[in-house]
């Protein structure tokens, strides 16, 4: 069965940072890209970032370029999302999944991220 | 980037009747490779979203069959055919053909 489990939310102020994680389970996770998406208060789902299945290749959302990276650690089956610089706008419940190519996406409970001074 | 405009924004529907949903890309998303990536959300209140279609037309395991995607191109339209109350929720559509990925705005479903 698939699963995937994000961690690593909290509160931080303005300027500060977070490192998310996202462990996963029941699939082959190097054989797949892998996506962050998000939802703040009020809003829709905004796609933030995808890396590819060795890591090589990333894409980021304008909205978080520069500031965000995200990384992947096969050996450990861990997708990571660092981020700097966060803004009062990067409030949200973060979510991983799978890239939105693939058949049979899913994403895992989600994370809660507030940027408040 | 491609923009999804997703219509109606809301949709006051009553138990057994039908619902449907239509997205609009600004481009064409068909992939280089043929395969158009289109795929339907829904995300019921405090949960993750939750895949229901894929490639545009495709139902993900365990979705009812109540659900049904169409469209080619550019318009797409996601049917429920008759809603039932666990239905409720926001719908979105999602394309990754290309970077950025791109949602529509979401479509909340909701009974009357």
């Known amino acids: 069965e698939v699963h995937l489990v994000e961690s690593g939310g909290g509160l931080e102020q303005p300027g500060g940072s977070l490192r998310l994680s996202c462990a996963v389970s029941?699939?082959?996770?190097?054989?797949?890209?892998m996506s962050w998406v998000r939802r703040a208060p009020g809003k829709g789902l905004e796609w933030v970032a995808t890396i590819n299945d060795d890591g090589t290749r990333k894409h980021y959302a304008d909205s978080v370029e520069g500031r965000f990276t995200i990384s992947r650690d096969n050996s450990k089956n861990m997708l990571f999302l660092q981020m700097n610089g966060l803004r009062v706008g990067d409030t949200a419940v973060y979510y991983c999944g799978k890239d939105a190519q693939y058949d049979d996406v899913i994403w895992g409970p989600g994370t809660l991220v507030t940027v408040s001074s | 980037e491609i923009v999804m405009t997703q219509t109606p924004l809301s949709s006051p529907v009553t138990l057994g009747q039908p619902a449907s949903i239509s997205c609009r890309s600004s481009q064409s998303l068909v992939h280089s490779n043929g395969k158009t990536y289109l795929s339907w959300l829904q995300q019921r209140p405090g949960q993750p979203p939750r895949l229901l279609i894929y490639?545009?037309?495709n139902r993900f395991s365990g979705v009812p069959d109540r659900f049904s995607g169409s469209g080619a191109g550019t318009y797409f339209t996601l049917k429920i055919s008759r809603v039932e109350a666990e239905d409720v929720g926001v719908y979105y559509c999602l394309q990754a053909t290309h970077f950025p990925r791109t949602f529509g705005q979401g479509t909340k479903v909701e009974i009357k």
């Open positions: 029941g699939f082959t996770f190097s054989s797949f890209g």
């Open positions: 490639k545009i037309s």
